[in-house]
C-alpha cells in the first residue's frame, strides 16, 4: 500500500506480521495484530525494537495500554469510508493515552477524509494504488478553516 | 439574530469549493456514484425518486428577510418555482441539476446559509423552539445554545461517520414547542436548587420504526459543561452504537440494549477522560454567540391597542385569524404571528417565491426582518406590534397565507411521501389534502379545537406520525396504499406514542376513519374545551375502536 505522510508519498519501512508469521532475530519493524501482541508480550517485547500494533476498531483501547510505553507505531482500521469507529480511538489515544508515536490509519482512507483523521491524531495513511497525490493536497488545502480545537492543528483557522 | 463573522464567512466559502471539487469529480468521472453518495449526503444532497433533491440548513429555525428572498430566488432560478418547509426547520428543494449545485451554495453562502449536514450520518440541524426570545413562557433563549451547538458540531473530525444520522434539538421553556423528547439528543433549559439556569439532557428519544420517548441522562447540567457532555455522549454512540444493521443503529437502541444506567456510567467515564470544559467551550465564546440574540428595540407601547382591537370587533375574519393564529408576546403591546403554510386541500410545508418574497416584505415591515420556521411546518413573524396585525393581515390575505387553522385539524404534518421520496412506501400528500378539504369548513375545525394531525408515508416516521394526536402510516400492501391509523401521540411536555388502533384502511376510506374518530370525540368529550388529547387519555382507544370495527 502507498503511504502518505505530511502529504507525500513516503517509504514504508513496516511490514505487517501474521498470526502464522514467526519472529526471528532478524525482525524488525514490524506491526503485530494487537491480539497476538498480548498473547506473546514478552517475546516481543524483548526481541523487537521497532515494534507496531494493529487494532480492529472495536478493539477496547484498554487492551493496548500495557504496550504504549513498547510501541512506536499504532495502526487503527477503517473497514469501510463510512465507518467512523476509529475516529474517537485515534482521539483516545492521543489525548488520553498521550501516545506520541505514528498513528497510521489504514483500510478505506478516502482523501476527503483526510483532514479530520489529521485532526484525530492520524499521521500515516495507508491509501490505495489509484489516489493521485494532487487530488490528497488538494483535499487536505481545500478547506482550511475550522471550529474545532484539535489534534496537530492550531492558528487563526479555529474558531473554538 | 446570528452574523457571519470573517471566519465563518471563510468557513462557508471553503466549503462549497469543496463540494464544487467533489462535484466537478463526479462529473467527470473520477469518482463513481457510490464514491460520490457519502460526499453529497454530507452536505445534504440526495437522489430521490424524479431528481436530486437538496436540503438548505435553517438553523433552529430563524431566517432574516434577506435570507427568505435569497430562498424565494433560488426556487425561481434553480427549481420551478417553490420550496418546501420541513419538521426540521429546514428548507427542500426538489428539482435542482447536479451541474447547479455548487452555483446554488454560492448564492446561499452570499446570505449566510448552506446545506452542511443536512443530510448523512452526522450531527443535523439543531433544532429549537420557533417561539425563542418572544415565549412569555420562557426560562431563558435557547438560540445561542444552539449556536454554539451548530459551531461546535459542523465538520466535527470525530463525528462525521456515525452509525446513523443524529438529532439534537433544545428549548428553553418548559412547554416543549420543540419536541425533545422525540431526538437523539433532547435539551430542556431549567433552574437547578440555587437557581442557577442550565440544562437537564434527555438521550434516546426518536421516532422511525421504532419510536421511543427520550430518558433523562443528566438532571442539571451547568452551561459551560454543555460541548463536552454532549462530546461524551456521542463519543460513546460512535465508538458502540450498532452498524451492522441501519436500523438499529440509532443511539436510541444502544441506550435501551445498554440501560440508561449503564449507559450514563459509560458517558460519565468518557466524560472524565475529556480536558477540562474550558477548552472546549471558553467562557468568552457563551458570551460572544449569546449577546447576537439580545431582543430587537422595540417600542414602548401600551399592552391594548384601541385600534387593533376596534379592527377585531369589525372584521369577522381578522379576528378569526387573531383567534387561531397569534399568541402572546413576553413584552407589551407586541404579538407572536404564526402563518399557516396548511391552506385548505394544499400541500403541508410548501411556499411559492412569490409567497415567500411576500412574507419577506412583511417581516422586514412589521417584524424587524426576521421569520422563523416550526417544526410543524408553518412560519412565525416573532415581533409583530399589535397596532400593525391588521395590516400584516390584509397582506398575508392577499397571498394566500392567512388561513386561520394553527393546531387545527387541518394544520396537519406531513412528509413528501410517494409524490417525492425514494424510500415511501404510500403517498402522504393526497391524504393530508383530502383529510382538509373534509374540514374545509374553519368553524367546523374550530368546534373541534386542537387535535394535532400527522402523517408519514413511511416508516420512518419524517411526518411524526408516532407523535399525532391522530397519526396515519402510509404503507403498502401487495402494491396497494393502505394508512394505518395511530391515536393519542403527543410532542409536547407529556410525550407519548401513538396506540395502532386496528386494521389499517385504504386510500379511499382513510379520511371517513379519521372523520369518524372526530365525530366520536365530539359526541364523548366532557366540555368543549377537553381536547382531542385529553379525551382520550381519558378514555383510552375503546369507544373509538368500537366505532372504526363494529361489526354490524
Known amino acids: 500500500m502507498p503511504l502518505i505522510k505530511n502529504d507525500t508519498f513516503v517509504k514504508d519501512p513496516w511490514q505487517y506480521l501474521g498470526d502464522e508469521d514467526n519472529i526471528t532475530n532478524e525482525t524488525d519493524y514490524v506491526i503485530v495484530p494487537l491480539q497476538r501482541l498480548t498473547k506473546e508480550a514478552g517475546e516481543f517485547q524483548s526481541k523487537i525494537s521497532n515494534l507496531g500494533a494493529a487494532l480492529p476498531n472495536d478493539q477496547d483501547l484498554q487492551n493496548l495500554k500495557p504496550f504504549l510505553a513498547d510501541v512506536k507505531l499504532v495502526a487503527l482500521n477503517f473497514p469501510k469510508f463510512a465507518d467512523g469507529r476509529a475516529y474517537s480511538q485515534a482521539r483516545l489515544i492521543r489525548e488520553d493515552l498521550g501516545f506520541e508515536g505514528e498513528l497510521r490509519a489504514t483500510g478505506d482512507v478516502f482523501p476527503d477524509q483526510a483532514v479530520s483523521m489529521m485532526r484525530c491524531g492520524f499521521d500515516a495513511f495507508e491509501v490505495s494504488e489509484n489516489v493521485p497525490l494532487e487530488t490528497w493536497k488538494r483535499a487536505v488545502e481545500i478547506l482550511n478553516h475550522m471550529y474545532q480545537r484539535s489534534y496537530a492543528v492550531s492558528g487563526d483557522n479555529i474558531r473554538m | ?552
Not at chain 2, 50 to 68: D, E, F
Not at chain 2, 313 to 321: C, E, G, M, N, R
Open chain 2, 1 to 552: 439574530m446570528y452574523r457571519y463573522d470573517e471566519f465563518d464567512a471563510q468557513f462557508v466559502k471553503q466549503r462549497v469549493a469543496q463540494f464544487r471539487d467533489q462535484t466537478e469529480r463526479r462529473l467527470s468521472g473520477e469518482l463513481t456514484e457510490e464514491q460520490f453518495r457519502p460526499l453529497r449526503l454530507m452536505n445534504g444532497l440526495y437522489l430521490q425518486l424524479h431528481a436530486y433533491m437538496l436540503r438548505v440548513a435553517i438553523p433552529y429555525g430563524t431566517l432574516s428577510s434577506k435570507q427568505l428572498r435569497k430562498l424565494a430566488r433560488i426556487a425561481d432560478k434553480y427549481d420551478k418555482g417553490y420550496g418546501h418547509f420541513t419538521t426540521r426547520q429546514n428548507i427542500q428543494y426538489n428539482w435542482p441539476k447536479l451541474k447547479d449545485i455548487p452555483d446554488l451554495l454560492d448564492e446561499l453562502a452570499d446570505v449566510e446559509m448552506h446545506a452542511i449536514q443536512t443530510s448523512g450520518n452526522c450531527i443535523r440541524n439543531v433544532t429549537s423552539d420557533q417561539w425563542a426570545g418572544v415565549a412569555v413562557d420562557e426560562i431563558e433563549d435557547p438560540r445561542g445554545y444552539a449556536e454554539l451547538m451548530r459551531q461546535w458540531s459542523t465538520i466535527h473530525p470525530e463525528f462525521c461517520y456515525l452509525p446513523r444520522k443524529f438529532k439534537i434539538a433544545i428549548t428553553g421553556a418548559p412547554n416543549d414547542r420543540a419536541a425533545v423528547a422525540f431526538h437523539d439528543i433532547g435539551i430542556k433549559m431549567k433552574k437547578n436548587e440555587a437557581d442557577e439556569i442550565g440544562f437537564e439532557i434527555l438521550v434516546g428519544g426518536g421516532m422511525g420504526r421504532t419510536p421511543v420517548v427520550g430518558v433523562t441522562i443528566k438532571d442539571w447540567l451547568p452551561k459551560k459543561e454543555l460541548l463536552s457532555y454532549i462530546e461524551a455522549i456521542m463519543r460513546v454512540y460512535n465508538m458502540y452504537g450498532r452498524r451492522d444493521n441501519k436500523y438499529k443503529a440509532r443511539i436510541k437502541i444502544l441506550v435501551m440494549a445498554l440501560g440508561i444506567e449503564e449507559f450514563r456510567n459509560q458517558v460519565e467515564a468518557e466524560y472524565d477522560k475529556i480536558e477540562s470544559p474550558e477548552v472546549i467551550l471558553p467562557g468568552e465564546e457563551i458570551g460572544r454567540i449569546t449577546s447576537y440574540f439580545a431582543p430587537p428595540e422595540y417600542q414602548k407601547l401600551a399592552d391594548t391597542d384601541i385600534a387593533y382591537e376596534e379592527k377585531r370587533k369589525a372584521d369577522k375574519a381578522f379576528a378569526s385569524w387573531i383567534a387561531t393564529n397569534i399568541a402572546k408576546h413576553r413584552v407589551p403591546g407586541y404579538a407572536i404571528a404564526n402563518i399557516s403554510l396548511k391552506p385548505i386541500g394544499g400541500i403541508p410545508g410548501d411556499a411559492t417565491s412569490e409567497q415567500m418574497y411576500a412574507i419577506a416584505d412583511l417581516a422586514e415591515r412589521y417584524s424587524f426582518s426576521e421569520i422563523r420556521v416550526t417544526h410543524e411546518q408553518n412560519l412565525v413573524l416573532p415581533y409583530v406590534a399589535k397596532q400593525d396585525l391588521y395590516a400584516l393581515w390584509q397582506g398575508l390575505v392577499k397571498h394566500d397565507l392567512a388561513t386561520d387553522n394553527l393546531s387545527l385539524v387541518s394544520d396537519i404534518i406531513c412528509c413528501p411521501g410517494l409524490d417525492y421520496c425514494a424510500l415511501a412506501t404510500a403517498r402522504s400528500i393526497p391524504v393530508s389534502q383530502n383529510i382538509s378539504e373534509r374540514f374545509a369548513d374553519i368553524e367546523r375545525q374550530k368546534d373541534v379545537g386542537e387535535l394535532k394531525i400527522k402523517i408519514s408515508g413511511c416508516i420512518n416516521a419524517c411526518g411524526h406520525h408516532h407523535a399525532g394526536n391522530i397519526g396515519i402510516l402510509g404503507l403498502d400492501k401487495k402494491g396497494e396504499e393502505f394508512y394505518q391509523i395511530t391515536l393519542g401521540g403527543s410532542a409536547d411536555d407529556n410525550a407519548s406514542i401513538g396506540e395502532i388502533i386496528g386494521p389499517g384502511f385504504s386510500s379511499d376510506t382513510v379520511v371517513d376513519a379519521v372523520e369518524q374518530i372526530i365525530e366520536i370525540y365530539r359526541d364523548i368529550r366532557q366540555h368543549k374545551k377537553e381536547t382531542f388529547l385529553e379525551t382520550y387519555r381519558r378514555v383510552g382507544p375503546e369507544p373509538f375502536k368500537e366505532a372504526l370495527y363494529a361489526t354490524d
